[in-house]
């Protein structure tokens, strides 16, 4: 790795991701594709190559030692699956080099709490500041929607920082941790439920004859549409609803058949077992 490219943008330096998947993806490409950061400022590590394709063509630095990422960088995303934080954080504690001090560690894990987060991370880089957040991966084409709550010790700077990078994404709000196991089951989880929707949907008017290709574009739209109208009229959606239901239409017709197959009930259950779900990964921890 080229370990000598000089900061960028006062106050955010450089940053690292511990692992390279979905998620670093999506905020990396987030970072570079406004601008925000440098690829040479940009550091990245994993065990394989299986994720470090797009690294490369982004022409940030990769590496499989975790410890040469937190030497370099001021900002560190720990973007593993929860069940390897472990393993990472004594990867980085075998490959430090030399000991470090002013970090500011970034959690995506879902479900790990900052307690948990702090007391780990503290054995291996003493006094670094942790943030815990909890992103979704449409932050990769500028829709994203992410939440975060900071650590005993993060500063208002350190929240500004987290807030300003995951912007580039879309969306991003501090809240209280005791509602970001709820939050992630919403929006961390939520695109995975979209997409659920939006092929239903298009299966719907396959069935009614419409090709598939289109039926799939014309289900995205129609998603991508009604969310734009809710955000941008500030309308309820339950009254954006009664709006586009005339007396013995079409809408309402569909609307019945939605009611009958429990949509409500079902949709509000997939927030609830992503919630508790993110509990249980917490407490294994
Ligand atoms: N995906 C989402 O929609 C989403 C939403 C919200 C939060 N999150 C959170 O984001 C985190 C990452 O999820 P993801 O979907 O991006 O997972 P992913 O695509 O499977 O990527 C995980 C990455 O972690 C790397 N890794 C595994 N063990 C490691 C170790 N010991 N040291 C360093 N890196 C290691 C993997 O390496 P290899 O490339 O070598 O396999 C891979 O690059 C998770 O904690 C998840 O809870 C994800």
Known sequence: MNMDAGKTL???GKVGFVGAGNMAQAIGGALLRTGLLKASNIYVSSPSNT???PWIQFGTHTTTENGCVVENSDVIFLAMKPIYLDAALMDIKNTLKQPVSNKLFVSLLAGVPLKVLEEKIHRIVPGARVIRVMPNTP????????VFSCGTTATKKDAE???MM????????????????????LSGCGPAYVYLIIEALSDGAVKMGVPRAMATQFASQTVLGAAKMVLETGKHPGQLK??????????ICGIHALEKGGVRSTLMEAVEAATKRAAELGKNK
């Open 10 to 12: 006062e106050g955010v």
């Open 51 to 53: 994720n470090k394709g």
């Open 139 to 146: 932050v990769l084409v500028g829709a994203g929607c992410s």
């Open 161 to 163: 920082i987290v807030k």
């Open 166 to 185: 995951l912007s580039t994404g879309g969306i991003c709000q501090e809240i209280s941790e005791s509602l970001i196991d709820a939050a992630g089951g």
């Open 242 to 251: 009664d709006e586009v239901c005339s007396p013995g239409g079409t809408t």
